[in-house]
């Protein structure tokens, strides 16, 4: 197994600007969906803004992917492809978004109610995302990676909803994946022990039904296998002496910095 990096303070200011990229990009597409709104036309709006940015797509032509987002309608649970469906009232979209920025990536992901959803659907958007901070806040020097997955379980299940295990977290620098692998699930106290400079990307995937998945012919789809909802929500977050630093944040809960 490769060595899991930890990064300079310099490296961490240009982390932290291809992020920032990221989450402004983010803003800009939450607030472009909208019943009528296609997935193809958020990709577009993706792109260009990477672009004019001087930054690239992290996720177009990764082991071929053909477009700038990751777009995750409904029972998609993740690496769904942009498409000239369009969106309707009651669904939720997932949005992955990663960038390469002067050497150094960005990743970020949410979920995003498209007009009036469900009160099942809401409460799935919203444990899912809870879930995601307290995941984030184990980000100690000291804890160990299994403590986030740990934290992200306990808190889904405890609501009635289930962990995807198929798809994971992961470092993130100077390559989109780096180690280590960071499930949403498993037994507190195992795996590496975290240490100042390390970058994670945080990203429970949680759906309201059971927890397996499959992926459909396009060979990217990730679906639900029993057709339930599923929500994902991810930052990229750096383990500092002082707790855990949230480089795709633009605001973050009290007590966790960005």
Request: with cysteine; net charge negative; charged share 20%.
């Amino acid at each position: 197994m490769s060595s899991i990096a930890c990064r300079s303070q310099g490296e961490l200011e240009r982390l932290r600007a291809a992020n920032l990229l990221v989450a402004r990009i983010l803003e800009t597409l939450k607030g472009a969906v909208a019943p009528g709104m296609t997935t193809a036309e958020l990709d577009a709006i993706a792109e260009r803004a990477v672009r004019d940015a001087g930054a690239e797509p992290a996720f177009k032509g990764y082991h071929g992917y053909p477009a700038t987002i990751c777009a995750s309608l409904n029972e998609q649970v993740v690496h769904g492809i942009p498409s000239d469906r369009e969106l309707v009232a009651g669904d939720i979209l997932s949005i992955d978004l990663g960038v390469l920025l002067d050497g150094y990536y960005g990743d970020s992901a949410v979920t995003v109610p498209v007009g009036a959803v469900s009160p099942e659907a809401a409460e799935l958007l919203r444990i899912t995302e809870e879930a995601l901070w307290k995941g984030i806040a184990q980000l100690k020097t000291g804890k160990r990676v299994s403590d986030i997955g740990h934290a992200v379980q306990r808190h889904v299940e405890s609501h009635g909803f289930s962990v995807v295990r198929e798809f994971v977290g992961h470092g993130v620098g100077t390559a989109l994946h780096e180690e280590p692998q960071v499930p949403n699930y498993g037994e507190p106290g195992r795996g590496p022990r975290l240490a100042e400079g390390m970058v994670l990307a945080i990203e429970p995937m949680v759906n309201i039904g059971k927890p397996s998945v499959k992926v459909l012919s396009d060979g990217w789809t990730a679906v639900t296998r029993d057709g339930s909802l599923s929500a994902h929500f991810e930052h990229t977050v750096a383990v500092s002496a002082s707790g855990p630093l949230v480089l795709s944040a633009l605001e973050t809960p009290a007590g966790v910095r960005s």
